[in-house]
């Protein structure tokens, strides 16, 4: 059985900083990618940031690009979202999710596995 948790969300200022961290577990779990993805009240599922398990490709959405950075601790099977300056806009569920096929993606649809989601509340 695969397992994919999230944690670190909660309440932060605008222009401050928090770590969010996922953790996979599963005996036969192999996870080509991770990734973060983000929801607010009333949006669609967003990306937000990937990262292949052996940390040789990276990408992030536009809207977080020199703010947030991913990174991933293969011994823990544990992924990071270190997010940086915060915005009111960054409000949001943030989810964590695992996509075991070959290649990376910023589709929702294209990941397997899912966490239950953290809360981001950045205030102004």
């Known amino acids: 059985q695969v397992q994919v948790a999230e944690s670190g969300g909660g309440l932060v200022q605008a222009g401050g900083s928090l770590r969010l961290s996922c953790a996979a577990s599963?005996?036969?779990?192999?996870?080509?990618?991770m990734g973060w993805f983000r929801q607010a009240p009333g949006k669609e599922r967003e990306f937000v940031a990937t990262?292949?398990?052996?940390?040789?490709?990276?990408y992030y959405a536009e809207s977080v690009k020199g703010r947030f950075t991913i990174s991933r601790d293969n011994a823990k099977n544990t992924v990071y979202l270190q997010m940086n300056s915060l915005k009111p806009e960054d409000t949001a569920v943030y989810y964590c999710?695992?996509?075991?096929?070959?290649?990376?993606?910023?589709?929702?649809?294209?990941?397997?596995?899912w966490g239950q989601g953290t809360q981001v509340t950045v205030s102004s």
């Open positions: 999710a695992a996509r075991t096929l070959f290649g990376t993606s910023s589709r929702a649809r294209d990941y397997e596995y």
């Open positions: 599963g005996r036969t779990f192999r996870p080509y990618a």
């Open positions: 990262i292949t398990w052996s940390g040789d490709r990276i």
